[in-house]
């Protein structure tokens, strides 16, 4: 595999169920939200109430809480992956300054994501849209042909085909040696964490370090070698 590293933005999100509750939302969105996983409830063992902690994965109930962006860059001969996390209560903040940042300095970068074709791309462009914010030209897809799409997708390429085939970035970095902190959360534990403990610090911590293992598994793919610890900058 080969990677134009100079033009690509790797990108990971964070997502959480829109409200901390199923019963904190109003009576419209829990109509909505109970005929959205009506096929869930039909067994009769479950509720719409029960299955609310998913609402982060669908667009039209979660909300993006971080959005942590790196790339590459080379100067003297001596390379650096720069990382920036923006994250927030506010979606709005987030998704503007994300959006501003992808308008005015990465505008014909190529987005690339663990599954990002099926979750962080889209999921993104739906909650600008949602916002009443302008969608930037790297997530303008409306019309384009697939292969005019500038969107990379580990998890796609690591299919080779096989559309059965779901494998975890973590899983693919372990099989890579690619060395990853152990953490105390993953991603089953981020709503907890925004929601119970109120600590987007240390969820902006754990989509941060996604990120790095992003990179690194391409560079692994495009034989080079993984970063270094002094090779990796956090922007603030």
Same mark, same amino acid.
């Given at each position: 595999?080969?990677?134009?590293?100079?033009?690509?933005?790797?990108?990971?999100?964070?997502?959480?169920?829109? #409200?901390?509750?199923?019963?904190?939302?109003?009576?419209?969105?829990?109509?909505?939200?109970?005929?959205?996983?009506?096929?869930?409830?039909?067994?009769?063992?479950?509720?719409?109430?029960?299955?609310?902690?998913?609402?982060?994965?669908?667009?039209?109930?979660?909300?993006?809480?971080?959005?942590?962006?790196?790339?590459?860059?080379?100067?003297?001969?001596?390379?650096?992956?720069?990382?920036?996390?923006?994250?927030?209560?506010?979606?709005?903040?987030?998704?503007?300054?994300?959006?501003?940042?992808?308008?005015?300095?990465?505008?014909?970068?190529?987005?690339?994501?663990?599954?990002?074709?099926?979750?962080?791309?889209?999921?993104?462009?739906?909650?600008?849209?949602?916002?009443?914010?302008?969608?930037?030209?790297?997530?303008?897809?409306?019309?384009?042909?697939?292969?005019?799409?500038?969107?990379?997708?580990?998890?796609?390429?690591?299919?080779?085909?096989?559309?059965?085939?779901?494998?975890?970035?973590?899983?693919?970095?372990?099989?890579?040696?690619?060395?990853?902190?152990?953490?105390?959360?993953?991603?089953?534990?981020?709503?907890?964490?925004?929601?119970?403990?109120?600590?987007?610090?240390?969820?902006?911590?754990?989509?941060?370090?996604?990120?790095?293992?992003?990179?690194?598994?391409?560079?692994?793919?495009? #034989?080079?070698?993984?970063?270094?610890?002094?090779?990796?900058?956090?922007?603030?």
């Amino acid at each position: 595999m080969q990677f134009d590293f100079k033009n690509i933005l790797f990108i990971d999100i964070e997502t959480v169920p829109a #409200q901390a509750s199923y019963e904190q939302l109003d009576e419209v969105t829990q109509a909505l939200w109970a005929e959205k996983v009506a096929y869930l409830t039909a067994d009769g063992e479950h509720g719409p109430a029960d299955l609310y902690e998913r609402a982060g994965v669908m667009a039209e109930f979660g909300k993006i809480i971080c959005i942590s962006a790196g790339y590459f860059r080379w100067q003297d001969g001596d390379r650096t992956f720069r990382v920036k996390s923006f994250y927030s209560h506010s979606e709005r903040e987030i998704l503007t300054a994300f959006g501003t940042l992808l308008g005015e300095k990465f505008p014909h970068f190529t987005l690339c994501a663990h599954n990002g074709k099926e979750f962080d791309f889209p999921f993104t462009a739906r909650r600008m849209l949602i916002n009443g914010i302008p969608l930037p030209g790297p997530l303008q897809i409306a019309g384009k042909k697939p292969w005019e799409v500038a969107h990379l997708d580990t998890m796609e390429m690591w299919k080779f085909g096989d559309r059965k085939n779901f494998t975890s970035l973590k899983l693919l970095a372990h099989l890579f040696g690619i060395p990853t902190p152990k953490d105390d959360i993953s991603g089953k534990d981020v709503a907890r964490v925004y929601w119970v403990d109120d600590d987007l610090e240390r969820i902006a911590v754990y989509c941060q370090k996604d990120v790095v293992a992003l990179a690194n598994l391409c560079l692994r793919w495009d #034989q080079k070698e993984i970063l270094s610890d002094d090779e990796i900058v956090y922007l603030p």
